[in-house]
C-alpha cells in the first residue's frame, strides 16, 4: 500500500546546504529505492525535511530505504562539512495511504509544499521536487508512476489532466488532515478503508479518545 513519508532534520534544521547537496540526495534515493524495492511516485525535498510518496515492494523496503539514505546521503555530508551525528530527527513519520481516494490529492499535497511555504508561485519553478516529471513531462528516473497516475495521464489531453489538479488549491481540511495523519502516523482514508486496515493489523488506526478513559463502576 501507498504511503506518506517525512524525514526532518534534526530540531528542524537544514538538511541540505547548497545546491549539490540535493543532487547527492537524489542520487541516493535513486539508488537505495532501486536496492529496497521502493516505488516512489512523488517526492519533495524542502531545506529541512523530505516528503515521499511510495509504495513498498516488500516488508522492510521503507525502512531499509532510510537507513540506506542515512548511510549514503548523511556520511557524505558530515565527510564533506567535517560535522558528526545524523542529520534526521528521530524516527521517520509515515500513514497509510487509500490510493483509489487519496493518493492523487497525497500526490499534490506532497508537490504544492514549495509553494504553501512562500518558495516559488508554482510547482514548476521549483527544481528539487517530482512536479515537473509528473505534470511536465521532464525525466526523473527516481518517479515511478502509481498506476492512478497512468490512468489520469492516458489520452488526448496527456499531461494536461494532471496539471489541471493544480488549477485549485487544496481544501485547508483536506491539508490539515494530511499533515496531522502523517505526523501521528495513522491511516489517511475513509471509515471503510481504516475498518480494513484495523482487521488487518488487529489494532486501532484511528486516534483514542480525547481525556482520561471513564472509571469502570463495580
Not at 529541512?48 to 555530508?77: C, E, F, M, W
Not at 518517479?143 to 496527456?158: F, K, N
Request: charged letters at 25%.
Amino acid at each position: 500500500m501507498p504511503q506518506h513519508v517525512i524525514i526532518r532534520g534534526v530540531d528542524r534544521q537544514a538538511t541540505f546546504f547548497q545546491e549539490d547537496d540535493y543532487g547527492l540526495f537524489k542520487d541516493a534515493l535513486l539508488v537505495n529505492a532501486d536496492r529496497y524495492g521502493a516505488a516512489i511516485h512523488a517526492y519533495v525535498l524542502m531545506t529541512n525535511h523530505v516528503h515521499l510518496l511510495v509504495t513498498p515492494q516488500a516488508k522492510r523496503s521503507i525502512p531499509q530505504l532510510l537507513q540506506g539514505l542515512g548511510r549514503d546521503y548523511v556520511q557524505r555530508i558530515n565527510r564533506q562539512y567535517r560535522r558528526t551525528g545524523t542529520l534526521w530527527q528521530g524516527r521517520y513519520k509515515a500513514s497509510l495511504v487509500h490510493d483509489e481516494a487519496y493518493l492523487l490529492h497525497c500526490q499534490r499535497y506532497i508537490e504544492l509544499n514549495p509553494v504553501r511555504a512562500g518558495m516559488v508561485p508554482d510547482p514548476g519553478h521549483y527544481a528539487h521536487s517530482s512536479y515537473r516529471c509528473n505534470a511536465l513531462g521532464v525525466e526523473d528516473p527516481i518517479v515511478s508512476p502509481h498506476l492512478l497516475y497512468t490512468q489520469l495521464v492516458t489520452g488526448p489531453a496527456q499531461l494536461g489532466n494532471y496539471r489541471k489538479l493544480f488549477e485549485s488549491e487544496l481544501d485547508r481540511s483536506l491539508v490539515d488532515d494530511i499533515r496531522k495523519t502523517t505526523n501521528a502516523c495513522r491511516v489517511l482514508g475513509g471509515d471503510q478503508f481504516k475498518d480494513q486496515i484495523e482487521s488487518m493489523l488487529n489494532r486501532r488506526v484511528r486516534p483514542g479518545p480525547i481525556g482520561r478513559p471513564k472509571k469502570k463502576h463495580s
